[in-house]
């Protein structure tokens, strides 16, 4: 779908420039406005189209994507702005137009999942085919589809021959809503804001094709400065299967924002906390390598009722934490997923590793000192100590030996 969103915004932006290749020398009846909005796709809208001839420069304000039916919002996406600068790419308007320095500012992105577990973005799959829409057809301009009046436009040459785009795309004031109602009775939302960023496309020469993709920015989480979060990720489209790079820097993130996904999992129930870390998640072909690592600190948290007694190894959930602190206060694990994008497998990674080695070490000694306090009279109790000393040792070769 994100393909095909981007190649109708390409397609708008080859009637752009069509459109001021024509509005200039007149050769046809209407004017440069309605020539866009003509070619405009049935769930898209844009407020107004302002031309600055004097600067070469061109903005659309109010650039809107409707919503498949169904979600709770009109818009899935809405621009305040979206401007670039042009000039000819030779001595005549005939040698085509180049576009410099687009920018998407103040965009709002409304991602929605339903009880079902479907999101709007999966519905809009439905809604950018060809003869899909939301306008009636009695609403819709007469002998004019998108395709032909864009080839009538650009006098069948390729979009490429008369406009050349760039591959860099500036966005700039982002805002992404996530509103979650699959995952409780009541609606989770979660905002990122603050968006600042680039996105990179590369394009074949008809404009309809996407050979790659990548963005790089960052922003906040609930729009709070202390909580950051970076990213720098790629898809290669042209692969069979998802073959994608993601790479996220977190810093300061509250904990408590995520509750709602944890919550069912964990023995125990934070007060307050934070996390910061390095999130990797690579696809190749529909194969996941996956490495992480996480940095907790400043929380509190409390045992859930229930799980007082559970242990690991014999250890409560208390206890097993401090083998993976620092000296600085902070909980650290690290942790790897590997496997097929449909039955991923999750293991430790060294940092974790070490750290129930640590304790692996001192439940075998404490094992070996209980051995020694029996005495020679106490045969029984040191086989049962022998044995738990071997199912130690024997689970943290397990351990070690997983990659």
């Given at each position: 779908m994100l393909r095909r969103l981007l190649i109708v915004i390409v397609l708008l932006c080859v009637a752009i420039g069509a459109a001021v290749y024509?509005?200039?020398?007149?050769?046809i009846q209407y004017s440069a406005e309605n020539i866009i909005r003509n070619a405009l796709p049935d769930f898209v809208r844009i407020d107004t189209i302002t031309f600055d001839a004097r600067n070469s420069r061109i903005?659309?304000?109010?650039?809107?994507?409707?919503?498949?039916?169904?979600?709770?919002?009109?818009?899935?996406?809405?621009?305040?702005?979206?401007?670039?600068?042009?000039?000819?790419?030779g001595k005549s308007p005939l040698d085509g137009f180049e576009i410099f320095d687009p920018l998407f500012k103040d965009f709002v992105l409304r991602i929605e999942r339903s009880r079902d577990g479907k999101t709007n973005i999966e519905g809009m799959g439905e809604v950018v085919q060809p003869g899909s829409g939301s306008r009636p057809a009695a609403a819709r301009p007469s002998g004019n589809p998108q395709g032909v009046l864009v080839s009538?436009?650009?006098?069948?040459?390729?979009?490429?021959?008369?406009?050349?785009?760039?591959?860099?795309?500036?966005?700039s004031g982002g805002r992404i809503i996530f509103t979650d109602r699959f995952i409780g009775p009541r609606p989770n939302i979660i905002t990122f804001e603050n968006i600042e960023g680039r996105v990179t496309v590369r394009f074949d020469d008809t404009y309809t094709k996407v050979l790659a993709l990548s963005s790089a920015g960052e922003g906040n989480l609930s729009g709070n400065r202390g909580e950051v979060i970076k990213w720098d990720?790629?898809?290669?489209?042209?692969?069979?299967?998802?073959t994608m790079s993601n790479r996220f820097e977190v810093s300061g993130l509250d904990i408590l924002t995520f509750e709602p996904y944890y919550d069912?999992?964990?023995?125990?129930?934070?007060?307050?906390?934070?996390?910061?870390?390095?999130?990797?998640?690579d696809f190749d072909n529909g194969s996941i390598g996956s490495t992480n690592e996480v940095h907790i600190s400043d929380f509190v948290?409390?045992?859930?009722?229930g799980y007082e007694n559970a242990?690991?190894?014999?250890?409560?959930?208390?206890?097993l934490a401090k083998y993976f602190a620092t000296p600085s206060g902070e909980v650290v694990f690290d942790f790897k997923i590997k496997g097929e994008i449909g039955d991923p497998k999750f293991y430790l990674g060294p940092i974790s590793k070490q750290a129930l080695a640590s304790m692996a070490v001192d439940k075998i000694t404490d094992v070996i000192g209980q051995m020694g306090s029996r005495g020679e009279g106490a045969a029984t109790g040191q086989k049962t100590d022998i044995e738990k000393a071997k199912e130690y040792i024997d689970i943290f070769k397990g351990l070690i030996n997983k990659k």
């Open positions: 024509f509005y200039r020398y007149r050769v903005s659309l304000d109010g650039f809107k994507v409707l919503n498949p039916p169904g979600s709770s919002e009109k818009y899935l996406l809405e621009i305040g702005k979206v401007s670039c600068s042009y000039r000819m790419m009538k436009l650009t006098g069948g040459k390729k979009p490429s021959e008369i406009l050349k785009l760039p591959e860099t795309f500036t966005i990720v790629s898809l290669d489209p042209a692969t069979p299967k998802l069912k999992y964990a023995p125990f129930v934070f007060n307050k906390g934070k996390f910061s870390g390095t999130l990797i998640f948290f409390y045992i859930k009722r242990g690991f190894w014999q250890t409560s959930v208390q206890d």
